[in-house]
């Protein structure tokens, strides 16, 4: 549905647990077109919230390197 929604970015986390999740960012036309997986890792996405406004206070900064 390359048409009805758009992948943004996604946020892998870490729980207070320990535990891994993530918050995949999605532009959508309505709650119907999102998809039920992030992408990125194959997990299940089974909440939505609708952005009720964006605040910027700077641009995101690059990638960081990772040191090998």
């Known amino acids: 549905?390359?048409?009805?929604?758009?992948?943004?970015r996604s946020y892998v986390v870490k729980s207070p647990n320990g535990r891994i999740g993530t918050f995949c960012i999605y532009q959508a036309q309505d709650p119907e077109s999102n998809p039920r997986t992030c992408p990125a890792l194959g997990m299940p996405g089974d909440q939505i919230f609708p952005v009720v406004k964006?605040?910027?206070?700077?641009?995101?900064?690059g990638r960081a390197s990772v040191a090998a």
């Open 1 to 8: 549905m390359p048409d009805r929604v758009r992948w943004i």
């Open 54 to 61: 964006t605040v910027v206070i700077r641009d995101e900064p």
